[in-house]
């Protein structure tokens, strides 16, 4: 059976406290609009911070990588798209690529880890059971 490919598209607007001195977005806002877009992900698919939490996980980011191609100024529109990674391992992975709204030219792609750790801050090294479920309800 194939894997379902899940993924989720959010916009968000490019404001002038995201820019700096020259008029382009910082580079450590994207990590910020990479959040959003994992936020937005999470909404979708049922899967957001608070439903690992209230099922008595985090999980925080482990790796983060960011390759920048282009860039926003103020007054853009951007394109989060954030792919789900399908993995046997007890981690969330996504990829995700950055558009410019007004001629989609890719900004940025990027991928992150991020591990599960119980409340006690313990990693676990086994898939809880909660994220298997969700895994099998969609297919990944």
């Known amino acids: 059976m194939e894997k379902k490919i899940l993924s989720e598209k959010t916009e968000i607007d490019i404001h002038f406290y995201d820019v700096d001195s020259v008029n382009i977005v910082w580079h450590g806002n994207y990590l910020k609009y990479l959040e959003n877009g994992r936020e937005a992900f999470g909404k979708k698919y049922g899967i957001g911070y608070m439903d690992i939490y209230n099922s008595g996980y985090v ?3 482990v790796d983060l990588h960011v390759r920048y191609k282009g860039m926003l ?3 853009d529109t951007a394109i989060i798209e954030t792919r789900y990674v399908p993995t046997k391992s ?4 996504f990829e995700y690529t950055i558009y410019k709204k007004s001629d989609m030219s890719v900004i940025a792609e990027a991928e992150s880890i991020q591990m599960f750790l119980n409340r006690s ?3 676990e090294y086994y898939t809880p059971d909660f994220y298997q479920e969700w895994k099998d309800r969609w297919q990944v």
Do not use: H, Q
């Not at 007890?90 to 992975?93: A, C, E, H, N, V």
């Open 59 to 61: 999980t925080p980011i």
């Open 73 to 75: 100024v103020y007054e």
């Open 90 to 93: 007890s981690k969330l992975i």
């Open 121 to 123: 801050g313990e990693i």
